[in-house]
């Protein structure tokens, strides 16, 4: 149990982010799959910069390191140009 002020403020801090962060990296997740499933390419093309700005606050916030949202963001690219 935290004995001072702070370190429970720390905890309730603490908390609050884990919970933020697993709402964003899940709702990431299935932004991403939503994407790779689609097989019309004008819906997968309007829908692409929706989910390219979303990984990219995401990378600058560190919720996602910035390397795996570009790699992310490639790769879904290179699958609506692939359609």
């Known amino acids: 149990m935290a004995n001072h002020k702070s370190s429970e ?15 964003w990296g899940k709702t990431s997740r299935t932004a991403v799959r939503r994407i790779r499933k689609m097989t019309d ?4 093309a309007a829908a692409l910069p929706k989910v390219e700005q979303l990984l990219d606050r995401l990378g600058r916030k560190n919720i996602i390191s910035r390397n795996k949202a ?3 963001k490639s790769k879904l690219a290179k699958h609506v140009n692939s359609l």
Not at 41 to 44: D, P, Q, R, S, V
Request: proline residues 0%.
């Open 9 to 23: 403020k720390r905890i309730r801090q603490t908390e609050k982010r884990r919970l933020e962060n697993r709402y």
């Open 41 to 44: 390419k004008a819906e997968a």
């Open 70 to 72: 570009r790699n992310l």
